[in-house]
């Protein structure tokens, strides 16, 4: 079982960045593996911005490549998000996503297995 636990959300003026962290929280360490960023804003669905698997390979989708960066800390478990040069567009709740033996970038909602609470994210003047 794997518990996720996201912070560093909050309120920032646009052009500011944050940098959003995921906290694995299991004793199981996986070979195989697939850990990414979704965000909900409000009135839309759940959508996928970025993922990376065990081997180190990413994916960013492109209403955010070039702002935002995706990576992992393998020691301390940890995915991190840093989100550069916000938009209002970016206000969201951002959620953490986990998919045990499996190491792929796709970015379908339906195919995660393990999800965060969220953390809010604020772009505004």
């Known amino acids: 079982q794997v518990q996720l636990v996201e912070s560093g959300g909050g309120s920032v003026q646009p052009g500011g960045s944050l940098r959003l962290a995921c906290e694995q929280q299991t004793r199981r360490t996986y070979l195989y593996y697939s850990i990414g960023w979704f965000r909900q804003a409000p009135g839309k669905e759940r959508q996928g911005i970025a993922a990376?698997?065990?081997?180190?390979?990413?994916f960013v989708a492109d209403s955010v490549k070039g702002r935002f960066v995706i990576s992992q800390d393998n020691a301390k478990k940890t995915l991190y998000l840093q989100m550069n040069t916000l938009k209002p567009d970016d206000t969201a709740i951002y959620y953490c996503a986990f998919r045990a033996n499996v190491a792929s970038l796709l970015l379908e909602e339906s195919v995660w297995t393990h999800w965060g609470q969220g953390t809010q994210v604020i772009v505004s003047n």
């Open positions: 990376i698997t065990s081997s180190g390979q990413t």
